[in-house]
């Protein structure tokens, strides 16, 4: 295969990307976003205005310190003034005082915007641009022009919007970035756009799109099929309106798909950690269904989907996941067959043919559980267990033997106190009874019942709950409807999820916390005994995990 064409990669999730309604990024989160851009192989990163606020004038005077080893920071703002000659605009002037070494000017490209909004004559929008340009590059690496309403001004007045891209060429700008500032184009008339800018200047040129059609990705796919050089936009498509054209996947699409090299060797499979690192700062729930690095992007429910992935994954998938650092699922629902059973068995290391009497009983009784209104496709840890019982596997580490959950609140302004009673019975079955407050029932509950079984098994100290969900099963009956909760646990190593469902918002949570704690338990235990098979291995650790109750308890 012939050598694959470089395509510059332009990020402007710290300035276009912040003007999502929804994302708000302080200074620190900026710049652990630009460090990880720049180690992603980015070529540029568009930090922000100099002139516009603190925020941004603050990135620019600690970028610097990064020191980046790729990506090359680009100070953002508007062509200057038509009163003053660009000397002299204070704008201008803050792009050079930020110390970036690329300038990216957005100028207007549409008779449209230069009669309606800058209200000069269309010869003085040329000057406007050439001098801007011209002053930038004596003293910057690198002077780009976003090329605003380019495409919606050619539709309206081609001559007028080619003759403003003549000028910032004759001034000697490195790149001309086309914008679909409205992103009301399709890909189509986006390439036909590209090719007109061709036939017109002759130096590089990029593609900025906004997603209002929910075409940025595909439109700014053409614009480089038609020539484009440089392809600009944010992570996750952050941006105002319906955001911009998602970096994410079109880096993807151009290096999966057409053969384009966007990031260097090695980087692709680090995509889906940057959508995550991104959500994260910004304070955004993932979106389960977005392309590529979505968590469903490439989970499978159907049991002939399952079967055929089994035999090869090509079957109903349009890449590997692994390629953009995303895993494949296997989910588990009432469509689920014996090949989604057998696959998820041995995910979890279990052994079972295709066939075995056991997969039957299992299924029959999932089947069960979720017409009770279990679901696992969340809770792989209490789907785990529930398959361990089906197959005799199972270990019950503690049993219970009653609980009690007070809620004490003396008055209006008091938040409420929980305390919670628990008495189990232990594996050398001797009755402990703890008790403990906590800031709500579930995790009064919890400590209860962790003070109970750490001195048998002190692994469990480590462990926290890291999220609690609970869901409305049967709307419409009121506060007589079955809950199911989800817990998530971690133990700074792991996480899982378990379940519980019940009429009873205390009892569903109590399931999902027995689960979390079986689970670890059960999982500790597997680690233990292939640590014991290894030469080098902690006897007291395997036996400490496997339930023997230390020596005084
Ligand atoms: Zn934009």
């Known amino acids: 295969m012939a050598a694959s064409k470089k395509i510059q990669v332009y990020d402007t999730t710290l300035r276009d990307g912040l003007q999502s309604e929804d994302v708000s990024l302080t200074v620190e989160d900026r710049l652990t976003i630009a460090a990880r851009l720049d180690d992603m192989g980015f070529d540029y990163i568009e930090g922000g205005w100099p002139g516009s606020n603190q925020r941004d004038a603050e990135f620019f005077d600690r970028v610097g310190k990064l020191r980046l080893r790729h990506a090359r920071i680009c100070a953002f703002g508007s062509t200057r003034r038509a009163s003053v000659k660009a000397a002299q605009d204070r704008n201008l002037a803050l792009i050079l005082r930020s110390g970036a070494p690329v300038a990216t000017v957005v100028g207007k490209t549409s008779e449209l915007h230069v009669r309606e909004a800058l209200r000069i004559p269309f010869a003085q929008n040329l000057e406007v641009l050439h001098d801007t340009i011209s002053y930038l590059k004596k003293h910057l690496e690198k002077v780009i022009l976003d090329a605003e309403h380019y495409f919606d001004g050619l539709a309206l ?177 009432e469509l689920a067959g014996q090949s989604n059973i057998v696959y998820k068995a041995r995910e979890f290391g279990l052994e079972v043919q295709a066939g075995d009497p056991r997969i039957g009983v299992l299924l029959k009784e999932l089947k069960r559980l979720e017409a009770a209104g279990y679901a696992y496709d969340g809770a792989d840890a209490s789907f785990e267990l529930v398959m361990l019982r ?97 817990i998530e646990s971690t133990d700074g190593k792991r996480r899982w999820t378990t379940v519980g469902v019940s009429a009873n918002v205390i009892e569903a949570s109590w399931q999902a916390l027995v689960d979390s704690v079986e689970y670890k338990l059960h999982r500790d235990r597997a680690k233990a005994k292939l640590n014991a098979r290894q030469p080098g291995s902690s006897a007291k650790a395997a036996a400490e995990s496997n339930g023997t109750p230390r020596a005084g308890l």
């Open 157 to 333: 007045n081609r001559d007028y919007t080619l003759a403003c891209l003549k000028a910032a060429a004759d001034a000697g700008v490195d790149l001309i970035c086309l914008c679909d500032t409205n992103g009301g184009r399709l890909p189509f008339e986006v390439a036909e756009g590209v090719r007109a800018a061709q036939s017109a200047v002759g130096c590089p040129l990029g593609i900025h799109c906004h997603n209002d059609s929910e075409v940025a990705v595909a439109a700014t796919l053409e614009a480089v099929r038609a020539g484009a050089v440089q392809v600009q936009g944010t992570i996750n498509g952050l941006g105002e309106r319906c955001g911009n054209a998602n970096l994410i996947s079109v880096i993807a699409n151009l290096q999966l798909k057409m053969n384009y090299q966007c990031l260097p060797p090695g980087k692709l499979a680090r995509l889906r950690e940057l959508a995550t690192l991104v959500n994260e700062l910004a304070n955004l729930t993932p979106w389960p269904r977005q392309p590529y690095v979505g968590r469903s992007a490439f989970a499978h429910k159907g049991g002939l989907h399952v079967s055929a992935i089994q035999r090869n994954t090509r079957t109903y998938e349009h890449i590997d996941p692994a390629a953009v650092g995303n895993d494949r699922r296997v989910l588990l629902s």
């Open 390 to 486: 089906a197959l005799g596997q199972e270990r019950q580490h503690f049993g219970l033997v009653s609980f009690r959950v007070f809620d004490d609140k003396w008055n209006e302004d008091q938040e409420p106190l929980s305390e919670a009673i628990v008495i189990i019975e232990g594996p050398d079955g001797r009755r402990t009874r703890n008790s403990a407050i906590g800031n709500g029932p579930v995790n009064a509950l919890d400590s209860a019942l962790r003070k109970s079984l750490v001195p048998y098994y002190p692994g469990l100290s480590s462990m926290q709950l890291a999220d609690y969900k609970v869901r409305v099963l049967d709307t419409g009956v009121g506060t007589g409807a079955r809950v199911r909760v989800l």
